[in-house]
């Protein structure tokens, strides 16, 4: 009589646990838009969740600890005039995070470092150039000031936010909407899922297609399809029978399947969420009540099922903490922020350990916030691949440089080239000094600030006790 042998893996035993009521947001109207994104977004100091507004579009930003009810008159960002559709936090800068709205334009903004005190309708820069909504925003992975969209006009348009220029506009190689786009590690490729039910992958500098498939999911719904650390794409779909699949796919040869598996019939759209340090997918499906997750090896099946974490309540949409943002004393490997209808609540993912002490199994290095490049470098073609940090003594944030936006001149009639800029980039450039000095000025000023605003509430707050001893003692 043979034996199942079980396969041997340190994440068979993964279990997600949502946490205690008192560490939820409550009372936040999420957005009901009927689109496909995740309508939330996460770093290690902020949670962005996208809300239904009255007269245009708006989102929430709430620093990680504001937990518990949100009041209804919580500052909100506001700048669109349409509903917001997608919205992603620069990978390089905590504080800064875009946003993509029915309206046609993409806005970039700069959170304060405490988070809100007021609503926030001024963003940094206003990206102008789609023709219809734009459904996605996502920052290039290691090249700072570089932010990716994707609109309704079948178009991707890949900005400077530094200058505020369209540098890279991709206007003919979809012929229907775009569903998902996604960069490789080093952010050289592109990988993009249609409504024409093709996966492209995309050389965007060289205005190429590298490789494409034709129905990779026979399905009419959409898709999605995402890069992963080893340069394969997995995808998900549906089965001409409207049965929910995923695959994974070879990106030089993408004749066959790797490999294809069918999960069951409903029809939400699955969204991954990919971790390449742990080669873990975790598939949320919209108006599902459960996260499945898989895990990547090079052994057949290839794509192995580890687990399913299931509640009562649907998901309208899902949040995805970076690396850096996660618990390593507790042997977090992930952790998500999961919307219902009027709350976002975290769900974490953990490996059951024995022993207090750093795991480095579970926590190779990791893609830190430092780009390996800057915008222009990236453009004239260089690649690199993401720094990497460790998660030892746990991620500390440094101080994030603010987003400065320097417009170029519109009537000139050549751009410098590279050589002639260079001179005048070091003529008004500041001294090393002055600009510590300016840093150190805007870092006092901000304290000031903040110890005013305490010293005002104080105020507010003796005023309040001393009316309530005065009616006590009446």
Known sequence: MSRRVVRQSKFRHVFGQ?????????????????????????NPKFVAIIIDASGGGAFLVLPLN??????????????????????????????????????????????????????LSEPVVVLEGHSKRVGIVSWHPTARNVLLSAGCDNQVVIWNVGTGEAMISLDDMHPDVIFSVSWSRNGSLLCTACKDKKVRIIDP????????????????????????????????????????????????NMDEPI??????????????????DTSIVYLCGKGDSSIRYFEITDEAPFVHYLNTFSTKEPQRGMGYMPKRGLDVNKCEIARFYKLHERKCEPIIMTVPRKSDLFQDDLYPDTAGPDPALEAEEWFAGKNGGPILISLKDGYVSTKNRDLKVVKTNILE???????????????????QSTV????????????????????????RRIARLEDQVSKVAM
């Open 18 to 42: 949502a946490v205690r009521n008192d560490q939820c947001y409550d009372d936040i109207r999420v957005s009901r838009v009927t689109w496909d994104s995740s309508f939330c977004a996460v």
């Open 66 to 119: 504001k937990t518990g009810r949100i009041d209804k008159a919580y500052p909100t960002v506001c700048g669109h005039t349409g509903p917001v559709l997608d919205i992603d936090w620069c990978p390089h800068n905590d504080h800064v995070i875009a946003s993509g709205s029915e309206d046609c334009t993409v806005m970039v903004w700069q959170i304060p470092e405490n988070g809100l005190d007021a609503a």
């Open 413 to 431: 009639s050549k751009p410098a080239t590279k050589a002639e800029s260079m001179p005048t980039i070091q003529k008004h450039a500041s001294p």
């Open 205 to 252: 500098r060289k205005k190429k297609i590298v490789a494409e498939k034709d129905k990779a999911h026979e399905g009419a719904r959409p898709m999605r399809a995402i890069f992963l650390a080893d340069g394969n794409i997995f995808t998900t779909g549906f089965s001409r029978m409207s049965e929910r699949q995923l695959a994974l796919w070879k990106s030089d």
């Open 259 to 276: 490999c294809v598996q069918e999960m069951d019939s409903s029809n939400g759209v699955l969204l991954p969420f990919y971790d390449p």
């Open 436 to 459: 510590k000095m300016e840093d150190k000025l805007e870092e006092v000023l901000r304290e000031f600030k903040s110890l005013r605003d305490r010293v005002i509430l104080q105020d």
